[in-house]
Structure formats: structure tokens, C-alpha cells
């Protein structure tokens, strides 16, 4: 029997992908990381010691050794350049990290013979509960990958599951989320400009995100995954901004001076979060909201 299943991360030193890679370590994973020359290493400190590092000099052919280096049963594909809103100066760097280093990472599975990739998609590339409509050019990205994975399921027999994630949140979470305003919000003494905030937010803690990956993973090394299959990793309990922003203040005993209405919707925001997925297999979100804005004060 094999000792260890081999994992092999990218967006490793983002937010979702430290943390998976923590679960995969604590799971007794061999875990290979793929990181670019001047990645910020702070969230993988943790686990540093205990995982492989691969350095990508952006090539394909450098991405074909580091696979065949790696030699993993799973891919755990996250890495992207996840913007909202982009500009005229952002079109070249979105292609490079969402679709071109995608494209690199399917080619060296299948130059490799490795089979497994965990993709992750986002809700985003579903406005108003269409089969695909973008919100943002990130979103069009997302789509534009998984259309040439399927050159790579349907030609080369790679095995996918994508999972489309919602809105994540978490304790150290670096990114400019909703969490982190509405904490600084507290600190501040000017208010706190919000959109009117009736726009549903389908929020799933951390732990129960990296958990789905692990799941599908399994679902993948059991051999029961034909083609390209997604799936959605859903909260199934969308909430109005403002009741989130309520209960917040709920538990952490704090009143925040939000100008509700003092900022418009942005252009092609999310009312109604994509609700036509279907939920992961063998996946439930555990953490409810309370519990987990409770990790995220502590
Ligand atoms: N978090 C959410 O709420 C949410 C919702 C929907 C979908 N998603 C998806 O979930 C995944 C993780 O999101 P996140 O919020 O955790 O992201 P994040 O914290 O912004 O991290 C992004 C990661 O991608 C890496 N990366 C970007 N471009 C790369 C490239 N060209 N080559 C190699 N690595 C590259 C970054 O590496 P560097 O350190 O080198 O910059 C970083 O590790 C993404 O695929 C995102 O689209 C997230």
C-alpha cells in the first residue's frame, strides 16, 4: 500500500492555498508547492519546512520538470490573479496567470502522465444564475480555462474537478475582504462608505473550503471521476450584506459606522450569488457564520 499520497499546490502562498496545504500536511500528504521568484513566502511559514518548494522560472518546459520532479497523485490547481475589477494595464497578467500558467500546468500533467488536477472556479462566472455569463474579465479567465481543459480531458484523459468557490473568509485572512474592512471599520473613526448592502453573500469559512478540496481530491484517487466534472462549494444559505454586517456586530459587541448607500453597487455586482451548482459530494459546510466570525476575533 502507498505511504502517502503525493500533492503537488499552486497559489500555495495565497490565502486558500496556505491553508490547504496546512490540512494536507496535518493529513500526512507529501506536499510539493509551486511558487514564482518573488513569491511572498509569510503564509506558507507555517509548513514551510515540511513541504517542497519548486521555484517556476515561468517556462513550460521548467513546469514539465517540476512535475515530473513532483510526481504527484493530485494537482491542487489555485493559483490566479483574482481581480474584481481590472484596467487596460491588467489584461496581460490576468492572461499570464489565469489562462497561460493554467495551460503550462495541464500540459506538464499530461507530458508527466499524472492525471488528477483539482481545479477552482468561482461563482463569478455565473451573473445572474447564467450557465456562463462573467461578472469581471477574471471571471472570463476562469471560463477560458476550463474550455481548453477540455481539449486536455477529451484528448489526453486528464480527470478534473472543478470546484466554484464563493466568497471565503478566515483568522490572518491578508486580503482586502469584507472581514477585514468591517475590523478596520471599527478602528476608524470615519465611516465606513457601503454599497445600499441588500446584495446576497454566499460566505463558506476556510476550513470548510479546503476541506471540499480534500473531498474531491478523494473523489478523484477513488476512481469514480469520468471527464471534467463542477461542482459548488456553497454556503446554501446566501445572506443580505447587511444582515452579515448585523450579525458581526452581533458578536463582536461592536457598532460600526457604516454609511449604508454611501457608495453605488459596483458595476455588475452579485445580487443573487449563483444558486444552480451542484454541491461536492460527500461535502457539507460545517462552520456557521456565528462560529466562524468568532475565529476570525479571537
Ligand atoms: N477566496 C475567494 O473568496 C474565492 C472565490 C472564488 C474563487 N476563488 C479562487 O480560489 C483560488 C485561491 O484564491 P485566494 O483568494 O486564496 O487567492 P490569493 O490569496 O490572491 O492567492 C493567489 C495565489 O495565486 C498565485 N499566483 C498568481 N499568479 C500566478 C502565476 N502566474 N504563477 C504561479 N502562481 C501564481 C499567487 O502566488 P504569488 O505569491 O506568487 O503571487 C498566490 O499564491 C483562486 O483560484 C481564486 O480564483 C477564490
Known sequence: MKAKYVA??????GFTGSRL?????????????????????????????????????????????????????VVFHLAALVLAQHAPKDVEALLQSNLVFSTQLAEAMVENGVGNMVNTGTF???????????TCLYAATKQAFEAVLQYYVDVKS????????????????????????????????????????????????????????VVAARHLLGGGV??????????????????????????????LPIQWGGRPYREREVML???????????RPRISLIEGIKTIIK
Open 226 to 255: 469520468n471527464g471534467h466534472q463542477c461542482y459548488a462549494v456553497s454556503s446554501g444559505n446566501p445572506l443580505p450584506l447587511k444582515e452579515v454586517v448585523r450579525t458581526y456586530e452581533k458578536v463582536t459587541g461592536v457598532k
Open 8 to 13: 503537488l499546490v499552486t497559489g500555495g502562498t
Open 124 to 134: 463569478w462566472q455565473h451573473y445572474e444564475n447564467r450557465e456562463y455569463a462573467p
Open 273 to 283: 450569488p449563483w444558486n444552480q451548482g451542484t454541491l461536492l459530494p460527500d461535502w
Open 21 to 73: 496545504i496546512e490540512k494536507l500536511v496535518a493529513d500526512d500528504w507529501s506536499v510539493h508547492a509551486i511558487v514564482r521568484p518573488n513569491s511572498d513566502l509569510a503564509l506558507l511559514e507555517k509548513n514551510i519546512k515540511q513541504i517542497k518548494l519548486h521555484v517556476h522560472d515561468g517556462s513550460t518546459s521548467d513546469l514539465v520538470k517540476i512535475v515530473a520532479d513532483a510526481k504527484p497523485d
Open 158 to 213: 486528464l480527470t478534473v474537478i472543478t470546484l466554484k468557490l464563493f466568497d471565503s473568509y478566515g483568522s490572518d485572512d491578508p486580503r482586502q475582504k469584507l472581514f477585514t474592512m468591517l475590523r478596520n471599520a471599527g478602528k476608524a473613526t470615519q465611516p465606513l462608505l457601503m454599497s445600499p448592502g441588500e446584495q446576497l453573500i454566499d460566505l463558506v469559512h476556510i476550513d470548510d473550503v479546503v476541506e471540499a478540496f
